[in-house]
């Protein structure tokens, strides 16, 4: 039975989407069965980290429309995709019958892999929150700013004022190195074991690096675009560190319930459910080209990233240096 663990961050933009992917890939290098779940909707997910389009997400097994081994997508890099969504307005009334007959079906994920690697929303919503709490391991996403550090602690505050009974981790992201990744575990460490009596593990630091943004760019992996750069050596030192971490206990039916009622109450803007025919058609169509639109925008957001590094290098380089004073 797969070992489940979710990540998560205080906010959002700390590289949580890459860590899945990656520490993913390196796992079924060491021959694993790996399955990532994108239960994210935000920005820069990992259909768009792969440069693939999903025809069909979680929503569509929800709804009844087709099975989970439709859904699921094998990419080229040896992990199981499963495309998540955030929540539809279509579905909010489902029977428990219905329920557990999704979660008997949805669970067949859990005995057909060894490891599934849950990319969650950020912030403290009370979805994710809930979510959380069914999940065995929750691995934290970290970065150097106040902001992130202090929403990570809120994150870690709220699991433990909740009675949170799994284990939680944490990675330090976009850090200079290694000494610098160690001390943000210790202030995190220290404020947690001391104000909210809760241990928090390690898995080790990713560096700050703009092959990473390179990547992400080109829709390759970092970890198959750069395999022999400091920040694939990153991930691959923190997949070797979960290996040896061991198991923690699953009820995987909660688990699947939680995941399942989670998508059902997040809010969606969606397009209004509507019962004839024709307009079925039409919501369909629009859907579509709602997920295009979404699809779009996340590309655009790549690219501009893009042609920022492109100046911000242009510029560095051109820059002429400070001279003697005059
Ligand atoms: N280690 C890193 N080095 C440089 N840039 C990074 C790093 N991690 C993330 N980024 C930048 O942040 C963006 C968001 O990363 P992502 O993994 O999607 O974060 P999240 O899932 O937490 O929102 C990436 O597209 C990349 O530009
Ligand atoms: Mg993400």
Redesign the pocket.
């Given at each position: 039975m797969a070992r489940i663990i979710a990540v998560t961050?205080g906010?959002?933009?700390?590289?949580?989407?890459?860590?899945?992917?990656n520490v993913g890939i390196c796992l079924a290098m060491m021959d694993h069965r790996v399955c990532i779940l994108d239960a994210?909707l935000?920005?820069?997910?990992i259909d768009v980290?792969l440069g693939i389009r999903p025809q069909r997400t979680l929503e569509d097994v929800i709804l009844g429309e087709t099975g989970i081994g439709d859904i699921i997508i094998r990419t080229d890099y040896r992990v199981d995709l499963i495309p998540g969504c955030s929540g539809t307005q279509d579905i909010a009334d489902l029977s428990r019958e219905r329920i557990e007959a999704l979660v008997k079906q949805v669970s067949s994920i859990s005995a057909s892999s060894d490891y599934l690697l849950v990319?969650t929303a950020?912030g403290i919503s009370t979805g994710v929150i809930s979510f959380l709490m069914a999940a065995p391991e929750v691995i934290i996403?970290v970065?150097p700013e106040p902001t992130s550090l202090t929403d990570a602690y809120a994150m870690i505050k709220v699991l433990r004022k909740n009675e949170y009974q799994g284990r939680i981790s944490m990675f330090s992201?976009?850090?200079k190195n290694s000494s610098s990744g160690h001390n943000l575990y210790k202030k995190i460490s220290s404020a947690s074991q001391r104000f909210l009596d809760t241990h928090v593990e390690y898995l080790g630091s990713?560096?700050?690096?703009?092959?990473?943004?390179r990547a992400?760019?080109d829709q390759v992996p970092?970890v198959v675009r750069y395999p022999t750069s400091d920040?694939s050596r990153?991930y691959r030192i923190i997949a070797s560190t979960l290996l040896g971490q061991g198991a923690a206990e699953v009820d995987h039916e909660r688990f699947w319930t939680r995941l399942i009622t989670m998508i059902l109450k997040s809010p969606k803007p969606r397009i209004a459910k509507s019962p004839s025919p024709a307009d079925v058609q039409k919501n369909g169509d629009l859907r579509g080209m709602i997920r295009d639109l979404l699809d779009e925008q996340r590309r655009t957001r790549?690219l501009l990233?893009r042609l920022v590094e492109k100046i911000e290098r242009q510029e560095s380089g051109i820059r002429p240096k400070p001279g003697p004073s005059t």
């Amino acid at each position: 039975m797969a070992r489940i663990i979710a990540v998560t961050s205080g906010k959002g933009g700390v590289g949580k989407s890459n860590f899945v992917l990656n520490v993913g890939i390196c796992l079924a290098m060491m021959d694993h069965r790996v399955c990532i779940l994108d239960a994210d909707l935000g920005l820069a997910n990992i259909d768009v980290l792969l440069g693939i389009r999903p025809q069909r997400t979680l929503e569509d097994v929800i709804l009844g429309e087709t099975g989970i081994g439709d859904i699921i997508i094998r990419t080229d890099y040896r992990v199981d995709l499963i495309p998540g969504c955030s929540g539809t307005q279509d579905i909010a009334d489902l029977s428990r019958e219905r329920i557990e007959a999704l979660v008997k079906q949805v669970s067949s994920i859990s005995a057909s892999s060894d490891y599934l690697l849950v990319d969650t929303a950020s912030g403290i919503s009370t979805g994710v929150i809930s979510f959380l709490m069914a999940a065995p391991e929750v691995i934290i996403g970290v970065t150097p700013e106040p902001t992130s550090l202090t929403d990570a602690y809120a994150m870690i505050k709220v699991l433990r004022k909740n009675e949170y009974q799994g284990r939680i981790s944490m990675f330090s992201s976009m850090v200079k190195n290694s000494s610098s990744g160690h001390n943000l575990y210790k202030k995190i460490s220290s404020a947690s074991q001391r104000f909210l009596d809760t241990h928090v593990e390690y898995l080790g630091s990713i560096y700050q690096d703009e092959k990473l943004s390179r990547a992400v760019s080109d829709q390759v992996p970092a970890v198959v675009r750069y395999p022999t750069s400091d920040i694939s050596r990153c991930y691959r030192i923190i997949a070797s560190t979960l290996l040896g971490q061991g198991a923690a206990e699953v009820d995987h039916e909660r688990f699947w319930t939680r995941l399942i009622t989670m998508i059902l109450k997040s809010p969606k803007p969606r397009i209004a459910k509507s019962p004839s025919p024709a307009d079925v058609q039409k919501n369909g169509d629009l859907r579509g080209m709602i997920r295009d639109l979404l699809d779009e925008q996340r590309r655009t957001r790549i690219l501009l990233e893009r042609l920022v590094e492109k100046i911000e290098r242009q510029e560095s380089g051109i820059r002429p240096k400070p001279g003697p004073s005059t």
